[in-house]
């Protein structure tokens, strides 16, 4: 059988804006040789761009191989449609041959076209290694790089960034862990030295921003570090690009956002998403209630959780001692899930905890975003330490942020690891 033709001009039967671009995904025809003027389906070829030269119809331009479907991938637009060269339009397609004259239509769909994402070179510490693989898994337009971490001798780092001259041209991000005062510096030598490769943009990825507790003064003379922690990122080196994003989750108070100078454009995320999505997969889904150890935990979380019963406790000095009191709501024969940004010692989750349980809370559960833990503070919530779910929390539930909290809680009850991969790798597409 002679090699199938198109006509020039293939009438679509909806109305789709002149000057719309189209992209040929693939083409079949059985019809006849069409006129002579038509493009020639050649095997092993692809047909190069379409445009929508009026409504209801296109011209093809280019070659494909023929005994494929027809199609069609659009910039815009969500539906399918149909085309024949022999259908009436708006605009008539050219007389077809009197042997083409019984020829079947050529069906054609007019498809979404997917935005392209940009690819990202991913580099990251040693501490972020294990996450940094997990988002690239999550997007194949995410590539890794790496850094050479060595110290000198007197203990001060010793750096090289590989393959420097390849990351021209290309969109960068490091994803860093503040874990510690030792390893800040080697990271910001790394993120300061990164933006000057002459790459097309850079974001830093610092899931936990370590010092957000401490940015305010209560007294003259109070060091507010969070603020001078802004202001260090706040002088990363303007990229070729433009500023530098900052993607930071759960960032203690949302006022901090404002110390950040004007090089550098902070992108405030939120763990929460993933708590949600895991609640749903509980069996008692349907009775679950959340409860927040203070005000400030309330005001900080309470608008993405506004279809859950809402739970308040509070903190009341008596004499020498704070005690968690209720202030709101009712936990009796709720699963209730204790929502905070962060823990560190643990204890104001552990006497919530306790106050919901006297309240005849059923179960009892936990999400902070940022597992800090110091000095092994997790081990109070273990279950296999004196303590199970009939006495403390059902789940205990943390993110990645905190990569060496991370390595140490694993396969441990009630903790489990939600992952922020895939949030970080559509915020790195942003």
């Given at each position: 059988m002679a090699p199938a033709l198109l006509?020039?001009?293939?009438?679509?039967?909806?109305?789709?804006?002149?000057?719309?671009?189209?992209?040929?995904?693939?083409?079949?025809?059985?019809?006849?040789?069409?006129?002579?003027?038509?493009?020639?389906?050649?095997?092993?070829?692809?047909?190069?761009?379409?445009?929508?030269?009026?409504?209801?119809?296109?011209?093809?331009?280019?070659?494909?191989?023929?005994?494929?479907?027809?199609?069609?991938?659009?910039?815009?637009?969500?539906?399918?449609?149909?085309?024949?060269h022999a259908a009436a339009g708006p605009v008539a397609a050219p007389a077809p041959s009197s042997a083409a004259a019984a020829a079947p239509s050529v069906a054609v769909s007019?498809?979404?076209?997917?935005?392209?994402?940009?690819?990202?070179?991913?580099?990251?510490?040693?501490?972020?290694?294990?996450?940094?693989?997990?988002?690239?898994?999550?997007?194949?337009?995410?590539?890794?790089?790496?850094?050479?971490?060595?110290?000198?001798?007197?203990?001060?780092?010793?750096?090289?960034?590989?393959?420097a001259q390849g990351i021209r041209g290309q969109h960068v991000a490091f994803l860093a862990s503040f874990s510690s005062p030792r390893v800040i510096f080697e990271q910001l030598s790394v993120i300061y030295a990164l933006p000057r490769l002459f790459i097309a943009s850079f974001t830093v990825v610092l899931p936990f921003f370590p010092t957000g507790t401490s940015e305010r003064m209560e007294e003259e003379g109070d060091v507010a570090t969070a603020f001078t922690l802004a202001r260090i990122l706040s002088n990363i080196p303007i990229s070729r690009g433009g500023p530098a994003s900052l993607v930071i989750y759960d960032i203690h108070a949302l006022q901090e956002r404002f110390y950040f100078g004007d090089n550098v454009l902070p992108c405030f995320e939120s763990g929460v998403p993933l708590l949600k999505n895991r609640l749903q997969q509980l069996p008692d889904s349907d009775n679950i209630s959340?409860?927040?150890?203070?005000?400030?935990?309330?005001?900080?979380?309470?608008?993405?959780?506004?279809?859950?019963?809402?739970?308040?406790?509070?903190?009341?000095?008596?004499?020498d001692q704070r005690i968690v009191r209720l202030k709101e709501g009712d936990p009796s024969g709720c699963h209730v899930v204790i929502v905070d940004d962060l823990v560190q010692s643990g204890g104001t989750l552990i006497e919530c905890q306790k106050v919901l349980a006297a309240h005849g809370a059923k179960k009892v559960s936990a999400y902070v975003t940022h597992g800090i833990f110091p000095n092994r503070s997790w081990e109070r919530f273990q279950h296999d330490n004196g303590v199970g779910p009939e006495n403390g929390l059902s789940f205990f539930w943390i993110t990645d942020s905190c990569p060496l909290t991370v390595k140490e809680v694993?396969?441990?009850?009630?903790?489990?690891?939600?992952?922020?991969?895939?949030?970080?790798?559509?915020a790195l597409q942003i």
């Amino acid at each position: 059988m002679a090699p199938a033709l198109l006509p020039s001009r293939i009438p679509i039967i909806s109305n789709p804006q002149p000057g719309r671009e189209l992209r040929l995904l693939s083409c079949k025809t059985l019809a006849p040789p069409p006129p002579s003027r038509a493009p020639r389906l050649l095997p092993g070829r692809r047909w190069r761009e379409v445009r929508v030269r009026s409504p209801g119809c296109c011209r093809v331009r280019g070659e494909l191989a023929s005994g494929l479907d027809l199609s069609f991938e659009a910039e815009s637009g969500t539906r399918h449609l149909q085309a024949s060269h022999a259908a009436a339009g708006p605009v008539a397609a050219p007389a077809p041959s009197s042997a083409a004259a019984a020829a079947p239509s050529v069906a054609v769909s007019l498809l979404p076209k997917k935005r392209s994402k940009k690819t990202v070179c991913l580099f990251f510490c040693e501490e972020t290694r294990a996450l940094a693989e997990r988002v690239a898994a999550e997007s194949d337009a995410i590539e890794l790089r790496s850094v050479n971490w060595r110290t000198f001798e007197d203990g001060f780092p010793n750096l090289f960034i590989a393959n420097a001259q390849g990351i021209r041209g290309q969109h960068v991000a490091f994803l860093a862990s503040f874990s510690s005062p030792r390893v800040i510096f080697e990271q910001l030598s790394v993120i300061y030295a990164l933006p000057r490769l002459f790459i097309a943009s850079f974001t830093v990825v610092l899931p936990f921003f370590p010092t957000g507790t401490s940015e305010r003064m209560e007294e003259e003379g109070d060091v507010a570090t969070a603020f001078t922690l802004a202001r260090i990122l706040s002088n990363i080196p303007i990229s070729r690009g433009g500023p530098a994003s900052l993607v930071i989750y759960d960032i203690h108070a949302l006022q901090e956002r404002f110390y950040f100078g004007d090089n550098v454009l902070p992108c405030f995320e939120s763990g929460v998403p993933l708590l949600k999505n895991r609640l749903q997969q509980l069996p008692d889904s349907d009775n679950i209630s959340i409860a927040f150890p203070d005000d400030g935990a309330w005001k900080r979380f309470h608008n993405q959780l506004q279809h859950f019963p809402t739970i308040i406790c509070t903190k009341v000095r008596e004499g020498d001692q704070r005690i968690v009191r209720l202030k709101e709501g009712d936990p009796s024969g709720c699963h209730v899930v204790i929502v905070d940004d962060l823990v560190q010692s643990g204890g104001t989750l552990i006497e919530c905890q306790k106050v919901l349980a006297a309240h005849g809370a059923k179960k009892v559960s936990a999400y902070v975003t940022h597992g800090i833990f110091p000095n092994r503070s997790w081990e109070r919530f273990q279950h296999d330490n004196g303590v199970g779910p009939e006495n403390g929390l059902s789940f205990f539930w943390i993110t990645d942020s905190c990569p060496l909290t991370v390595k140490e809680v694993k396969n441990r009850r009630p903790f489990e690891v939600l992952s922020l991969s895939g949030s970080i790798a559509a915020a790195l597409q942003i």
